[in-house]
């Protein structure tokens, strides 16, 4: 019997233990802007206010750019968060970076192409959401050598010029990514970079601008 019980306090104290290191965390991003936490490299940040939205807006700008969280380290959880992009060919690239690190372009990405996400054009549909691992793994070279590996449609398919809610659940080395609360993931893959932790941020990519608000993040060991 002491034995019994005692297997079941060791039990018990491991189910504690592994709550314990279990965190969500909702993060304001309009408060952390005004309190100069976000680290915006290559846009422009403005506070968003909107239809129950409370986030942020970047600008944009040639090539890729970034708001780091600044003190906010991920390594493995879920990211969840509402994201607006547009309905312009070629000028709508909205997501998020993780496993980022301080020599830049270093980050694993998952973004989203609003513009292919109704396309008629089979092709353009498939572009919709999006992995990669930069530097070594952008776009295109996954595209050239993992022809449909890495990125996928949305199904069912949100509007391009409307608020979508993206859910990405990271597990080194797998991520997988949910759209609008469906329970089959619109892409599911491998992760291509080494790195298992590191910096936290809104990306857009290039000739973008992007609105992300209620970003909350559960932080797993």
Same mark, same amino acid.
């Given at each position: 019997?002491?034995?019994?019980?005692?297997?079941?306090?060791? =039990?018990?104290?491991?189910?504690?233990?592994?709550? @314990? +290191?279990?965190?969500?965390?909702?993060?304001?991003?309009?408060?952390?802007?005004?309190?100069?936490?976000?680290?915006?490299?290559?846009?422009?940040?403005?506070?968003?206010?909107?239809?129950?939205?409370?986030?942020?807006?970047?600008?944009?700008?040639?090539?890729?750019?970034?708001?780091?969280?600044?003190?906010?380290?991920?390594?493995?959880?879920? =990211?969840?968060?509402? =994201?607006?992009?547009?309905?312009?060919?070629? +000028?709508?690239?909205?997501?998020?970076?993780?496993?980022?690190?301080?020599? @830049?372009?270093?980050?694993?990405?998952?973004?989203?192409?609003?513009?292919?996400?109704?396309?008629?054009?089979?092709?353009?549909?498939? #572009?919709?959401?999006?992995?990669?691992?930069?530097?070594?793994?952008?776009?295109?070279?996954?595209?050239?050598?993992?022809?449909?590996?890495?990125?996928?449609? =949305?199904?069912?398919?949100?509007?391009?010029?409307?608020?979508? #809610?993206?859910?990405?659940?990271?597990?080194?080395?797998?991520?997988?990514?949910?759209?609008?609360?469906?329970?089959?993931?619109?892409?599911?893959?491998?992760?291509?970079?080494?790195?298992?932790?590191?910096?936290?941020?809104?990306?857009?990519?290039?000739?973008?601008?992007?609105?992300?608000?209620?970003?909350?993040?559960?932080?797993?060991?």
């Amino acid at each position: 019997m002491k034995n019994l019980v005692a297997s079941c306090l060791i =039990i018990a104290l491991g189910i504690l233990t592994a709550s @314990a +290191q279990q965190k969500t965390v909702k993060y304001d991003l309009q408060q952390m802007l005004a309190n100069k936490q976000l680290d915006v490299q290559n846009r422009e940040a403005s506070p968003l206010q909107i239809a129950g939205k409370t986030g942020v807006k970047l600008t944009a700008r040639e090539n890729d750019g970034v708001a780091w969280l600044n003190g906010v380290t991920f390594s493995n959880g879920v =990211i969840e968060l509402d =994201i607006k992009g547009k309905d312009v060919l070629q +000028q709508s690239f909205v997501g998020v970076a993780f496993h980022g690190t301080d020599v @830049a372009p270093t980050e694993d990405v998952i973004y989203f192409r609003p513009f292919n996400f109704r396309a008629a054009d089979p092709v353009r549909k498939i #572009h919709a959401v999006q992995y990669e691992s930069l530097p070594n793994y952008d776009w295109e070279i996954l595209r050239e050598k993992y022809n449909g590996q890495y990125e996928k449609a =949305i199904e069912p398919a949100p509007k391009a010029d409307e608020w979508f #809610h993206a859910k990405i659940v990271v597990e080194y080395p797998q991520v997988r990514v949910f759209v609008n609360g469906n329970p089959e993931a619109s892409l599911e893959v491998k992760m291509l970079s080494t790195t298992k932790t590191g910096k936290l941020g809104l990306w857009v990519g290039n000739n973008s601008d992007g609105e992300f608000a209620n970003l909350t993040v559960t932080h797993k060991p």
